[in-house]
């Protein structure tokens, strides 16, 4: 499709910078909700990127989802004329707070893992769930006779 080179330029940027683009199904929209540019535009610039491999498309709910790949990555690097140490946003590594989760202390005693799993058993203070539990539990089984529509009349 014919657009302006600055509006496939906008698309790519974006892309790049992002890594991912999300467009509704719309071809009549006026511009995408997040780029100044008509929303068919975008959704025929990647379908382009699309055809030749360069992104991978998802479509959910009116809603089309394209993911950068690798070679699309270095594609726009040479579209756009960036150098290799930009990256998009979907590949940069977060920093992760190191106080995150509370790490135990070094002198504390471990707890081994059946401690906790037995005394849950045995509840507050009293005996063993498990071992009350099942058929074994009780040794005088009881046989009456059948019960609803296959119970027959019982002699008194």
Known sequence: MLMPKKNRVMIYEHLFKEGVLVA???FHAPKHSEIDVPN???IKAM???VSRGYVKEQFCWR???W???NEGI???RDFLHLPPEIVPATLKRQARPEAARPRPKEGAPRTQVGEDRAGYRRG???PDKKGEAGAGADTQFQFRGGFGRGRTEQEE
Do not use: V
Request: glycine share 10%; hydrophobic share 30%; aromatic share 24%.
């Open 74 to 76: 270095q594609y726009l």
């Open 67 to 69: 993911y950068l790949q």
């Open 47 to 49: 379908q382009s990127l």
């Open 63 to 65: 809603h089309y989802y």
């Open 124 to 126: 507050f203070g009293g």
């Open 24 to 26: 509704k199904k719309d």
């Open 40 to 42: 068919l535009h975008i």
